[in-house]
């Protein structure tokens, strides 16, 4: 009866040790890093985002007055987005440097001045 309990502890701990093995092997995919983004006549809050470059990364954005767009020239991603609904803009930087985004759907007249800054580091 006793070889029994010892042999069931055994089997157990080696169940054990066997499943944190293969765990330090499974890898996940990593989740985006998702930042929220208010929108609104004239500005983006946060006006300015640091990332890494090969990080991926979701910019929630939201509007309350109007639509408005978001558009990076040199990283060739452009959104347009409607008052009262979330968009997300899903990317992965491939290059380091600043990049300045502009407002890509007139809003008004402060529009040419609606900019928002991406400091990517290596």
Do not use: Q, W
């Not at 009866?1 to 293969?22: E, P, R």
């Not at 004239?42 to 109007?66: M, Q």
């Not at 040199?74 to 930087?93: D, R, V, W, Y």
């Amino acid at each position: 009866m006793k070889s029994g309990i010892i042999v069931k502890s055994i089997f157990l701990s080696c169940l054990a040790i066997g499943s944190l093995t293969l765990s330090g092997f499974s890898s996940a995919p990593d989740s985006p890093r998702r930042i929220d983004v208010s929108v609104k006549r004239f500005a983006y809050s946060p006006a300015e985002i640091t990332l890494k470059k090969g990080e991926p990364v979701v910019l929630v954005l939201t509007t309350e007055d109007v639509a408005h767009g978001l558009k990076f020239k040199e990283l060739n991603l452009n959104s347009k987005f409607e008052k009262g609904k979330p968009s997300e803009l899903a990317f992965t930087p491939d290059k380091a440097g600043d990049f300045v985004g502009h407002c890509s759907v007139f809003c008004g007249s402060g529009h040419g001045s609606m900019t928002l800054t991406l400091h990517v580091t290596e």
